[in-house]
């Protein structure tokens, strides 16, 4: 905890600052990087969303209070983050959410940088079905293998409540796949 | 139907890949983009209450304008006191200057009737160290 609130400091002192912002970017770029991927899905998007992630936890180190661990607070931008560029993007086309979203799952196959087969694309089917918050809960439990304990600061929800969602999703899709 | 049980099944990868170096030169690109100096931040009221500020001074400048026209006139008018002081101690004008600047109508303003009685006449006379000088003239 000390350790983290120096590595903080170092962060917000101007003179250690760069070297302490590219420390932080070596250690988060990757599993930020697969965190954003799942919710987005396509890579030119992870990347986009990824680096305004970045820049956004640049401009807002001095609001950071240390209330919260460091990594919560990044994971928590980078989740809006995720969120909000998918609503501009269906606000854009002119679709809803729901349409975009099986839109993108549709162009997984044909997507250099998709290395799946049918089981894949059936599991993400089965997520798009769900809502927002369980679509969540899932991918960061089951794909990212991510702790209970962790999903609660960075979501703000009981562990309780996460694990009732995590329950209830893993339910609905193994009720789709079992019938599609 | 076999009803899909997710815990009986091998872990599913999301088959989302990264392309190949990837992350080599990812910092770098996200270092170039980062803001160099935060913009700082004037909140609105203060802008405006600099502008009101600087009304104020403008129009507190232009209505003392007239006022220190008027200063300056007044600081140039020399009262008579000093005019004459000045010509008696300060310049090199003697008395012949002074007269030959006389025009016939300033003589005509000071060519007042004196009334003098014999009694002042003689008291000047008997207390006037040049009277013989005088006489002679």
């Known amino acids: 905890m000390q350790e983290e609130k120096d590595f903080i400091q170092t962060l917000l002192d101007p003179k250690t600052q760069n070297q302490a912002f590219q420390q932080l970017l070596l250690e988060y770029q990757k599993p930020l990087y697969n965190h954003i991927r799942n919710i987005v899905l396509n890579h030119e998007d992870a990347d986009d969303v990824l680096q305004n992630t970045f820049i956004k936890v640049f401009q807002y180190l001095n609001t950071f209070k240390g209330e919260s661990k460091l990594f919560s607070w990044v994971y928590r931008i980078a989740t809006n983050e995720a969120l909000t560029f998918l609503k501009q993007k269906a606000k854009k086309s002119g679709i809803s959410s729901e349409t975009l979203q099986n839109n993108t799952i549709d162009n997984l196959k044909a997507d250099v940088y998709f290395d799946g087969n049918e089981i894949q694309i059936k599991l993400q089917r089965a997520i798009a079905t769900l809502p927002q918050k369980q679509q969540l809960v899932f991918r960061m439990k089951y794909f990212e293998e991510l702790k209970y304990e962790e999903i609660s600061e960075i979501l703000g929800t009981t562990v309780g409540a996460l694990k009732a969602s995590y329950h209830h999703a893993v339910k609905k899709i193994e009720a789709f796949v079992t019938v599609n | ?137």
């Open chain 2, 1 to 137: 139907m076999k009803a899909f049980k997710l815990e009986n099944e091998p872990k599913i990868e999301s088959g989302l890949k990264t392309p190949e170096h990837y992350f080599e030169d990812f910092s770098s690109k996200v270092m170039q983009r980062l803001p160099k100096q935060k913009p700082k931040v004037i909140p609105i009221f203060q802008k405006r209450k600099i502008t009101i500020m600087m009304v104020a001074a403008v129009l507190v400048i232009t209505l003392m304008v007239p006022f220190l026209i008027n200063l300056a006139t007044k600081s140039k008018e020399l009262d008579e006191n000093t005019l004459e002081n000045y010509l008696a101690y300060q310049s090199n004008m003697n008395q012949y200057d002074l007269i030959s600047e006389l025009d016939s109508d300033d003589i005509n303003k000071i060519k007042t009737p004196i009334e003098l009685e014999d009694e002042t006449i003689e008291d000047f006379l008997t207390t006037n160290p040049n009277l013989e000088h005088l006489i002679s003239e």
